[in-house]
């Protein structure tokens, strides 16, 4: 079974318009860590936002917001004011226990967001 | 300002050949990990390693190997190249192995096996 699902691969979205990017994730772990990557055209993994599991508040990070449902299992990412600059793949990633082998961070397939002026 | 060093960027090897690729992190981490990216796969953990000394497979560790002498460096070797085996790998470390660690990626190596 996946342990990230990006159920959207394409979004598409307008200049200054808010989108969501959706995640859902499988852990049996009750302390993981959730995070995002924006993944521009030239390549390289920026990390944007975290969210513990134990965090009481939604994580921000500037235009950037993680909507943290725990009971539902989701934290979808919200990008307000989009910007052509923000066109890239988009991917959520999980950091769950491993035991005594530490942690493993585990990707989801990512969303291509696209957006327009 | 080095952070994540990867080498080579680019290489194409033919089948059977073994060759290494170099990861290299100056920022005293403890945690680096291997990914390969495939198109429409995201990214999989190949292996990973919590200090030196000390690594474990991940999702896809088959045909490959790691070893981890000391805390600066970390490099993935293949054994006997396949097709299969061509992707982008990208190297990762973090201050720990803690939940709340973001990994801080290399900029990859683009592998072509003919």
């Known amino acids: 079974a996946q342990k990230i699902t990006q159920t959207q691969p394409g979004m598409f979205v307008q200049e200054k318009e808010a989108v969501t990017l959706d995640c859902t994730y499988d852990t049996s772990d009750p302390s993981y860590g959730l995070f995002w990557y924006k993944q521009p055209s030239s390549g390289e993994m920026i990390f944007l936002i975290y969210?513990?599991?134990?965090?009481?508040q939604n994580a921000t990070e500037g235009r950037y917001s993680l909507n943290f449902q725990k009971a539902r299992k989701s934290a979808n990412l919200v990008i307000s004011a989009s910007q052509l600059g923000d066109s890239a793949m988009y991917f959520c990633a999980m950091r769950e226990g491993r035991g005594q082998a530490g942690t493993a961070l585990i990707f989801g397939k990512g969303t291509t967001l696209s957006v327009s002026s | 300002n080095a952070g994540v060093t990867q080498t080579p960027k680019f290489q194409v090897l033919k089948t059977g050949q073994s060759m290494t690729l170099q990861c290299a992190q100056d920022m005293n981490h403890e945690y680096m990990s291997w990914y390969r990216q495939d198109p429409g796969m995201g990214l999989r953990l190949i292996h990973y390693s919590v200090g030196a000394g000390i690594t474990d497979q991940g999702e896809v560790p088959n045909g490959y190997n790691v070893s981890r002498s000391t805390t600066e460096d970390f490099p993935l070797r293949l054994l006997s190249a396949a097709p299969s085996q061509t992707s982008v790998y990208f190297c990762?470390?973090?201050?720990?192995?803690?939940?709340?660690?973001?990994?801080?990626f290399g900029d990859g190596t683009r592998l072509s096996i003919l």
């Open positions: 969210q513990g599991s134990y965090d009481q």
């Open positions: 990762a470390s973090s201050y720990s192995g803690m939940r709340s660690q973001p990994q801080h």
